[in-house]
């Protein structure tokens, strides 16, 4: 069995004598840093430092030390009475079934045990490619897992879907979970949802910082999300964050540059010029025309090459009772759209620490500082790449790059200079420099844990956990800009304020009920809360022409909505382990929702049956490992708030409501929308 690396301080039982020792290879005696030692039967546990070694208080007598270490095979080792230093060799895994995986609720399992698919990406594999957002690189990582990365450039939001998708109403993204506790990964803004288009808001995720990651692990099945209920309907990504190490101060700096470009564009012709039938036409909006001088490279050439940089250094230390880790990264993104910018600043602090031999905490503060400058519209609607693919092949762009607008000495406002007329299509400059969308967010996620260790087989757990962010919206449309600007202009304000508070509590423990029978155990009881509230202000035309000042607004309208919700769950698990090689998993939980009609509750079950088959007979040589897994399960979606009420009676200037289907009061309000001039 092998141990995920956790940071843990030294507990003294009985403690009489205090040994050293070396933690190596089998194969070529190469230190082994982060190895877990502990005493068989004691609570007494300390980590392996950067050269292998390590110092631990045992209680007198002989006594078993019990080393693992991730990619290594669990091994125990014999200390004699008087005997006060070892080494320790460890053989490598020569199958990866048999490592220890982070299931549901941060509970580690060995993979082959396991009734459903699992699959670990190590922190190296992550960083490999740097992206704005770091999902985006799990793609062609994990099989089955689908990301579709968005065309609203650096800090977009990124689609996550395992194995297809499951909702027709509801969402179909998988359920992020960071150090055991569920993140939001709402759309703040909006996504844009039809060919027409619109704007792609900002998501949650896309804001974690992948140098602060330790692993992250895929639960795909059914049966491996059903603990986290409607939520992980969709499946769970699990990622581990990194933690201090016991040892000297360690500085760690990773600096790196990304240049991109377009991988694929449309394929055009280049022989034809404007015009229609064969015949060229001035100022044509289409390539139909007679055989021309054409510029091949007109819409390459628009794109800029994206250049990124990923600048962050972390600092961990720490000693057998506490330690640190503090980091602090820098995320700087062009987009390939001109103007389009990503700018991010990341801290985050965590500390660990062994109060008592029986008392551990962990706290991790993150604090998040994001601007996204000229995030590009998307779909058919006057967006920049639209406007961009209707050139007809004889219009040199180089023209209309420098004078995108001219100025109409009727109204002494510029215009769009475009190649042709149109009510929907533009000049791709004047959407890049005189329309925008700058999107600000400030976020913080704070963790609390504390954990008690009741017997050697049964602990409880406690979490309180906050994830809390500040959106601002601002877009902008010079006056004479079609489909969006009123007269002068048109400008817009959204403040969105989300909270999501989660409290639990866990008790684990495991027992042998017999030499060959053995139980593990897991229940637990959460409450999650969420809020969202949305204040929104837009200028519908400008008072003096492009003045993008609230104060300037011909007319105002007003947009408030607010939203709360709440989830109270109770879930546990149990597994039967007979002689490591058949295991029994029987899995319930039940959610009590504020969004659904008395009585708000629905159970989710599920069992599954594992048999490692190489364990249990002797198979041909060519064969390494073979198990069958069975399991059942039945998850489902919550439902949004509002999604199954109806409206009723709004009055202007007064506040509105919603009234459920049973008659009862929604747990919030939402204002209409108020205008004034």
Request: cysteine-free; aromatic content about 10%; overall charge positive.
């Given at each position: 069995m092998v141990s995920l690396l956790c940071c843990w301080g030294v507990v003294v039982q009985a403690q009489n004598r205090m040994i050293s020792g070396k933690v190596v290879t089998e194969t070529d005696g190469k230190a082994l840093p982060g190895a877990v030692i502990s005493v068989k039967g004691h609570t007494a546990k300390t980590i392996a430092g950067d050269d292998g070694a390590f110092k631990l208080a045992v209680p007198a007598g002989n006594i078993v030390l019990i080393v693992n270490s991730v990619g290594y095979i669990s091994k125990e080792a014999g200390l004699r009475t008087g005997q006060s230093v070892i080494t320790i060799e460890l053989a490598e895994q020569s199958n990866k079934l048999n490592e220890v995986v982070v299931t549901a609720l941060g509970i580690q399992r060995q993979a082959k045990s396991l009734s459903y698919s699992a699959q670990r990406i190590t922190s190296d594999k992550i960083n490999e490619i740097r992206d704005a957002n770091f999902v985006n690189t799990l793609s062609g990582k994990v099989a089955g897992l689908v990301v579709t990365q968005s065309a609203s450039g650096p800090g977009g939001p990124a689609r996550v879907v395992l194995r297809g998708n499951r909702s027709i109403q509801g969402s179909n993204n998988a359920l992020f979970v960071i150090d055991g506790v569920a993140i939001d990964n709402s759309t703040i803004g909006g996504q844009v949802g039809n060919d027409f288009g619109g704007q792609n808001g900002n998501d949650g995720i896309s804001n974690i910082n992948p140098d602060d990651i330790e692993s992250i692990n895929v639960l795909k099945g059914a049966?491996?999300?059903?603990?986290?209920?409607?939520?992980?309907?969709?499946?769970?990504?699990?990622?581990?964050?990194?933690?201090?190490?016991?040892?000297?101060?360690?500085?760690?700096?990773?600096?790196?540059?990304?240049?991109?470009?377009?991988?694929?564009?449309?394929?055009?012709?280049?022989?034809?010029?404007?015009?229609?039938?064969?015949?060229?036409?001035?100022?044509?909006?289409?390539?139909?025309?007679?055989?021309?001088?054409?510029?091949?490279?007109?819409?390459?050439?628009?794109?800029?090459?994206?250049?990124?940089?990923?600048?962050?250094?972390?600092?961990?230390?720490?000693?057998?009772?506490?330690?640190?880790?503090?980091?602090?990264?820098?995320?700087?993104?062009?987009?390939?759209?001109?103007?389009?910018?990503?700018?991010?600043?990341?801290?985050?602090?965590?500390?660990?620490?062994?109060?008592?031999?029986?008392?551990?905490?962990?706290?991790?503060?993150?604090?998040?500082?994001?601007?996204?400058?000229?995030?590009?519209?998307?779909?058919?609607?006057?967006?920049?790449?639209?406007?961009?693919?209707?050139?007809?092949?004889?219009?040199?762009?180089?023209?209309?790059?420098?004078?995108?607008?001219?100025?109409?000495?009727?109204?002494?406002?510029?215009?769009?200079?475009?190649?042709?007329?149109?009510?929907?299509?533009?000049?791709?400059?004047?959407?890049?420099?005189?329309?925008?969308?700058?999107?600000?967010?400030?976020?913080?996620?704070?963790?609390?844990?504390?954990?008690?260790?009741?017997?050697?087989?049964?602990?409880?757990?406690?979490?309180?956990?906050?994830?809390?962010?500040?959106?601002?919206?601002?877009?902008?449309?010079?006056?004479?800009?079609?489909?969006?600007?009123?007269?002068?202009?048109?400008?817009?304000?959204?403040?969105?304020?989300?909270?999501?508070?989660?409290?639990?509590?866990?008790?684990?423990?495991?027992?042998?009920?017999?030499?060959?029978?053995?139980?593990?155990?897991?229940?637990?009881?959460?409450?999650?809360?969420?809020?969202?509230?949305?204040?929104?202000?837009?200028?519908?035309?400008?008072?003096?022409?492009?003045?993008?000042?609230?104060?300037?607004?011909?007319?105002?309208?007003?947009?408030?909505?607010?939203?709360?919700?709440?989830?109270?769950?109770?879930?546990?698990?149990?597994?039967?382990?007979?002689?490591?090689?058949?295991?029994?998993?029987?899995t319930g939980r039940n959610d009590w929702s504020s969004t659904l009609p008395n009585p708000y509750a629905y159970f989710y079950p599920s069992v599954g049956l594992t048999a490692v088959l190489s364990d249990m007979i002797k198979l041909p040589g060519y064969i390494d490992f073979a198990k069958i897994r069975l399991s059942s399960t039945q998850v489902g979606n919550d439902a949004p708030a509002f999604l199954l009420m109806q409206t009723y009676g709004f009055s202007p200037g007064g506040t509105g409501g919603f009234i459920a289907r049973d008659g009862t009061r929604a747990i919030a309000d939402l204002k209409p929308e108020l205008t004034t001039s």
């Open positions: 049966a491996a999300s059903v603990l986290y209920g409607s939520r992980a309907a969709n499946g769970v990504i699990l990622i581990t964050t990194k933690k201090g190490k016991i040892g000297k101060l360690g500085v760690d700096v990773n600096s790196g540059v990304t240049i991109e470009s377009p991988f694929t564009l449309p394929k055009v012709q280049n022989t034809y010029g404007e015009g229609k039938g064969g015949v060229s036409t001035l100022r044509a909006g289409a390539s139909w025309g007679a055989a021309s001088t054409t510029y091949p490279n007109n819409i390459k050439d628009f794109f800029r090459k994206g250049l990124s940089t990923n600048n962050s250094v972390s600092i961990n230390s720490g000693s057998e009772k506490g330690q640190t880790y503090f980091s602090y990264a820098n995320n700087y993104s062009q987009g390939l759209v001109p103007t389009n910018d990503l700018n991010r600043h990341t801290v985050n602090l965590r500390i660990t620490n062994q109060i008592s031999k029986r008392l551990s905490t962990d706290a991790k503060l993150t604090y998040i500082v994001q601007n996204i400058f000229n995030k590009p519209r998307v779909g058919e609607e006057s967006s920049v790449t639209m406007n961009l693919y209707k050139i007809p092949r004889s219009v040199d762009l180089n023209i209309y790059k420098n004078a995108y607008q001219v100025l109409d000495p009727n109204t002494n406002l510029y215009v769009p200079n475009y190649w042709t007329t149109s009510s929907i299509y533009t000049n791709p400059y004047w959407s890049v420099y005189n329309t925008h969308r700058d999107e600000d967010r400030s976020r913080i996620i704070g963790l609390i844990s504390a954990k008690y260790e009741i017997t050697p087989w049964l602990n409880i757990q406690g979490r309180v956990s906050l994830d809390k962010y500040n959106d601002k919206i601002t877009q902008k449309f010079n006056a004479n800009t079609l489909l969006f600007a009123g007269k002068g202009g048109s400008y817009s304000v959204q403040y969105y304020e989300v909270q999501e508070r989660n409290m639990d509590l866990l008790l684990t423990g495991n027992n042998s009920i017999t030499k060959d029978l053995k139980i593990s155990y897991s229940i637990g009881s959460s409450v999650l809360e969420r809020s969202n509230i949305t204040n929104g202000v837009s200028a519908n035309g400008l008072l003096v022409p492009n003045k993008f000042d609230l104060n300037f607004a011909q007319t105002s309208s007003f947009q408030t909505g607010a939203a709360q919700t709440q989830l109270q769950s109770v879930y546990g698990t149990t597994q039967l382990n007979y002689k490591d090689y058949l295991y029994l998993d029987v």
